[in-house]
Structures are given as C-alpha cells and as structure tokens.
C-alpha cells in the first residue's frame, strides 16, 4: 500500500512538473561572457528551451552605462546595428565587422502571452578585444655615463589595456636585470602597466638601440628602433675650454686698459651746465665745407691706432 502511495506522488510530481514546463517559456544561453576581436563575428546565443505560444515576441536591448536601447525590436535590427547584424532562428543575435563600441550588456527577452509563465530574458556581457596600434616611443639620443634616464613607450587605442616590454637591441630585455646574465650589471626598472623603462646609472654596455612592444589579447604592436648613445664626460676638455674663455676674457682687459691709459676713451665733451656752445670769440673756427670730408676719416684712425696699440700690449706680455 505505502509502495503505491509513493508511486502515485510520484507521477504527480512528474505531471506537475511537465504541465508547468509545457506552458512556460525558459530561456538559456550558450555563454553569458562571450569575446572577440574588432572587425570579427560573433553569436549572442539566446536558446528558447520551452515554449507553448507560437510566434512569441522576440527582443534584444544594448546597455551600456545602465541605459537601455534597443537593437532588435518587432523584427527589425535598429541603431548601430543595423545593416551588421541580423536573428539567427530562434532568438540568437549574430553581430558582424564588430566594434569597441559593440561592448556591452546584451539582454534577450522572449514574451508569450499564451503561456503561463509569460516572460524570460538572458542576460550576456559581451567583449570586443581591440589589438594595439604602433606605440609612441621615447627615447633619448645621449645620455652622460652614471646619468639616469626614462625611456617612455605609450599607446592609447587597445583594448584590454595592453602590458608594455622592452628589447635593447632585438632582445627582451628581463623584467629583474638580475635575473639575466646580459642585464645583471645594468640598473633599471620596467613598468609593464606604464610603459616606462627607467635607468638609475647608465654605463657605456646601455648603449644601442631600445624598441617597445604593446601586447594585449588581441595582438601586439611594436615601435620603431632608436639608438641610444652613452657617452664618456670629457673633463679635461671642459677644464681647459673654461680656461681659454678666461684667457680671452683677460686679454680684452689689458687691451681696454691699455687704450685708456693712452687716452683713447677720453670723453669728447663735457657735460652737463658746464657745456658752452662754442663761440667765434673762443678763438674756435667752424669746419669749412671742405674741410668736412676728412671728418669721415676719424672712426678708421681712431680703430687702427687702438688695434695696433692693443696688439703692442699683447706683445708685451
């Protein structure tokens, strides 16, 4: 008797469940967090699992920043999707040439009035990976032995943002130098988020030619080459420049003092209230027009008497 009990239970429950099942709509999804790259395909499955109301009412609404839109509404594709994207039976959203823009939360809502459960929706997070285009790199030309220096690599299109690394001549530079025979007597950090290679001390074997590489999901880019070069402090070059600039600096000295001494930068006149206009009662006589052209003579006499005395004292020390 308990043995029939149990059976009638059951397939009651069974019946429960199957009549429940028959007359809802269920919907399901083959990924709620679907990738691919810029310019690729994809499918935004929503699978109808049951259904008992023929031609049900299918929806597909785009949000982003926590606003609605629709991109699919009483059987026609609208907005940026239009003419890129179209229903693969029953409910999935198949996207074309996709863009970053194409990021979004995706929900796909199946209303059916004939059954007891009316409405269900999926909801799926779509990515669009974007590869790196060419970075922008930075680096500087010469850089003094013992000196630090930044070298920058930055790129601003990818999407994840991408992680950044460096090569010193065609090879990968390790992110811990000492971890790399070839590095472990150069100083420097690597920051892969950043892009920035920084150099505490540079020494003559940091010379040579740094590219950066921008690499994220979808692909890499790299830089063009640049050359580097570190070079030896001349120090007693920069001595004896300094000392030839003060060598000059004195001999322009003893040549003014000199062309004092002999009178050369007497002033011509007085000034002031004691100025007198001169006067044929001086016993002072105008320059005759003839007499004028000499006048443009006097600048050259003047320079040539202070050259050569200049050059005298020159000789003497």
């Known amino acids: 008797m308990a043995a029939r009990c149990r059976a009638a239970a059951a397939v009651l429950i069974i019946s429960i469940h199957l009549c429940i099942t028959t007359f809802a709509v269920i919907l399901r999804t083959t990924n709620k967090s679907p990738w691919a790259n810029e310019f690729e395909s994809i499918e935004l499955s929503c699978l109808i699992e049951s259904i008992s109301t023929n031609n049900p009412r299918i929806e597909w609404k785009k949000i982003k920043n926590g606003e609605p839109s629709y ?29 970053r823009s194409d990021t979004a939360q995706y929900r796909c809502e199946v209303t059916a009035h004939m059954d007891h459960k009316t409405f269900d929706e999926v909801l799926i997070d779509l990515v ?8 922008r790199c930075s680096v500087p030309k010469a850089v003094p032995v013992g000196q630090p220096a930044e070298l920058r690599c930055t790129e601003d299109e990818a999407f994840p943002r991408p992680q950044y690394q460096w090569f010193h001549n065609q090879e990968e530079m390790a992110q811990d ?9 150069s100083s420097y950090t690597i920051n892969r988020e950043t892009g920035t290679l920084l150099f505490t001390g540079l020494r003559k074997e940091d010379s040579g030619q740094y590219h950066c590489m921008a690499e994220n999901d979808a692909g890499y880019a790299e830089c063009t080459p640049q050359t580097l ?20 600096v004195m001999v322009i000295m003893v040549g003014i003092c ?20 001169p006067d044929s009662r001086d016993g002072l006589d105008y320059i005759k027009p003839e007499d004028e052209v000499r006048l443009y003579h006097l600048p050259f006499i003047f320079e040539s008497r202070l050259l050569l005395t200049m050059l005298t004292c020159l000789s003497v020390l």
């Open 71 to 99: 991109v699919y509404f009483e059987k026609h594709i609208s907005r940026d999707l239009e003419n890129r994207a179209y229903i693969k039976e029953p409910a999935t959203l198949v996207i074309t040439n996709l863009t």
């Open 258 to 277: 000199c062309a004092c001494k002999n009178g050369y930068f007497v002033r011509s006149r007085e000034a002031g209230s004691n100025y007198k206009a």
């Open 128 to 135: 669009v990976r974007v590869k790196p285009v060419v970075p």
């Open 177 to 185: 130098p000492k971890s790399n025979p070839k590095f472990s007597n």
């Open 229 to 248: 070069e570190v070079y030896d402090v001349n120090v007693v070059g920069i001595v004896l420049g300094m000392l030839a600039l003060a060598g000059v």
